[in-house]
Each structure stands twice: as structure tokens, then as C-alpha cells.
């Protein structure tokens, strides 16, 4: 969540630029805030946010909703996190949020401290929920902390995202897009295609795709496919299973596009992935 619960992602125009510049989005953060301003002609703050959503997004298991959180939160790049505390951040953002948050946000909050220390390290936020256990088990939460879930928050509402003019149509839809959610996570190791969610939806193919990316910021196949890198990443951790024999269990036709897709998703690949985090001998 960022102040008003939206998502500072790049332009189409400013990409027209970067692409004219023959920059990458991910290697915004390798040029000033100066360089950025000077060149796509935006604000010296637009600079700034474009910057910081970079460097924090190169962090392992970041994306660009946490990324736009911090920047929320007045933070522009990891060098003002070098001194921070993971767990004051976390208090700090439930404050200004007026919510408490899901354990995870607190993991995320610990990583990116981390890194901002240790920016050579391959740890992702979930190797920080034992530490963040043991901290609250033995300092508990602030006495004032908010009461209100975030999920409650009205930008959590994904039927809200739904652009319809009228709210049983928006349910409507919420209740189709759902009903396609459950059967990506019930058939993650199947094929299964854009047609077939669509007809699960009862909408056209484009309709379906449009209204899925406007409730959940990412495409029905980018949700699937995030869905089966979490499984893989899971047998990776917890089987010796072959990477061979774990690409078509998870429902994916190709070890190459699979070990791509990995990489850009964990920061590493699926061999030095299990090497890090999977089951010591």
C-alpha cells in the first residue's frame, strides 16, 4: 500500500523513453535521480520514485506493490534503510496505514534492511519469519497498534478494481474471477489456457483477461505461473527431486523457459536456489 493505496508504476510514455535510451526498467537504479530526471523529462520527485521503485524491486522477492510502500512510507532509496529497524517499520507503517498487516509485510520490512546492509546476500523474506517469531514471541506488538485488518482496506477489495458501473456487476465479476482463481490453484500441474478460464468465467477471452489484470495487477497466466514457481520453489526446498522431474509437476512444458522464469523471479537459479534453502544432508 502506498499513501493512497496505488501502485507507482512506470508510464507508458516513460517506458517509450527508456526504450529510446535503451534502458531497462530493472537498471533504473544504475543512473542517478539527476541522470533519470534529466533524461525523461519528468519532476525532480518523479525521479526519485522512478529510482527507488528500481533498487527496491532488485531485491529477491520484492515487487512493486511493497516497492511503492516504501516509497509511501518517504524512503527513495536502500541507503536510507542501512540504519532502519524491520520491526519499527513495520510499527511505523501500521500506524500510518491505520491497519495491522499480514506477518509477511513485517519478513519484507526485516529483508530490505538487510539488504540495505548486506546488498551482496541472496536471503528472500521468508527467511526471516523465524527471527520475526522469535522477536514478537518476546516483545509482542505495540499497545496501540490498529485493530482494523488490511484486508478491510478498500483497495484490497479486488472487485472494487473491476471497472463496471454498477456494484452487483462488480460482485459479478468477483465471483467469476474467483471461481477461475480456485481452478489455477486446483490444476497448477495441468495444462490450462486462456479459453478455458474464460469459459469457467463465462466471458470473452479479451473481457476475462482485462477484468483479471484490473483486480489482480497481473494477467491470469502471470498468476499462474507465480503460482507454480511457489510450488517449484517449495519441492526445491523440501524433495531432492530432480529440477527435470519438477518442471512438468509443476506445469511447465520447458526446463529452460522454467529455469528463466525462476531465475527472474527468485534472483537465482533453481540449483543454487536448493543449494541455499533446500534440505542439508
Not at 528472500?124 to 517469531?133: G, H, I, V, Y
Not at 494477467?219 to 511457489?230: E, V
Not at 517449484?232 to 526446498?237: G, I, N
Amino acid at each position: 500500500m502506498s499513501k493512497k493505496g496505488t501502485l507507482l508504476e512506470i508510464s507508458p510514455e516513460e517506458m517509450k523513453k527508456l526504450r529510446a535510451l535503451k534502458i531497462k526498467k530493472s537498471e533504473l537504479h544504475h543512473h542517478s535521480a539527476d541522470e533519470l530526471q534529466q533524461w525523461l523529462f519528468v519532476s525532480k520527485q518523479r525521479a526519485k520514485e522512478l529510482y527507488a521503485l528500481s533498487e527496491f524491486q532488485s531485491v529477491p522477492s520484492v515487487g512493486i506493490r511493497f516497492a511503492s510502500d516504501l516509497i509511501g512510507m518517504g524512503y527513495y532509496s536502500m541507503n536510507e534503510l542501512k540504519k532502519k529497524d524491520g520491526a519499527k517499520l513495520t510499527d511505523q507503517y501500521e500506524q500510518q496505514q491505520g491497519v495491522w498487516v499480514d506477518s509477511c509485510v513485517e519478513d519484507q520490512f526485516r529483508l530490505v534492511v538487510h539488504y540495505a546492509n548486506h546488498a551482496d546476500s541472496k536471503l528472500n523474506w521468508w527467511n526471516f519469519t523465524p527471527e520475526r517469531k522469535a522477536f514478537r514471541a518476546e516483545k509482542g506488538y505495540p499497545a496501540n497498534r490498529p485493530t482494523k485488518p488490511w484486508y478491510k482496506l478498500p483497495h484490497y477489495h479486488t472487485a472494487k478494481h473491476i471497472n463496471a458501473s454498477r456494484e452487483d456487476t462488480q460482485k459479478d465479476l468477483h465471483k467469476k474471477l474467483k471461481r477461475t482463481v480456485s481452478f489455477m490453484s486446483n490444476h497448477q500441474h495441468d495444462k490450462v489456457t486462456i479459453a478455458q478460464l474464460a469459459d469457467l468465467a463465462s466471458l470473452s477471452q479479451y473481457h476475462y483477461i482485462r477484468c483479471f489484470k484490473s483486480a489482480y495487477e497481473v494477467t491470469p497466466l502471470q498468476y499462474l505461473t507465480r503460482l507454480r514457481l511457489k510450488n517449484a520453489s517449495l519441492l526445491l526446498k523440501r524433495t531432492t527431486t530432480p529440477v527435470g522431474n519438477i518442471v512438468p509437476q509443476c506445469g511447465f512444458e520447458d526446463e529452460s523457459a522454467f529455469i528463466r522464469l525462476f531465475k527472474k523471479e527468485f534472483k537465482m537459479t533453481p540449483l543454487t536456489y536448493r543449494k541455499e534453502f533446500g534440505k542439508k544432508k
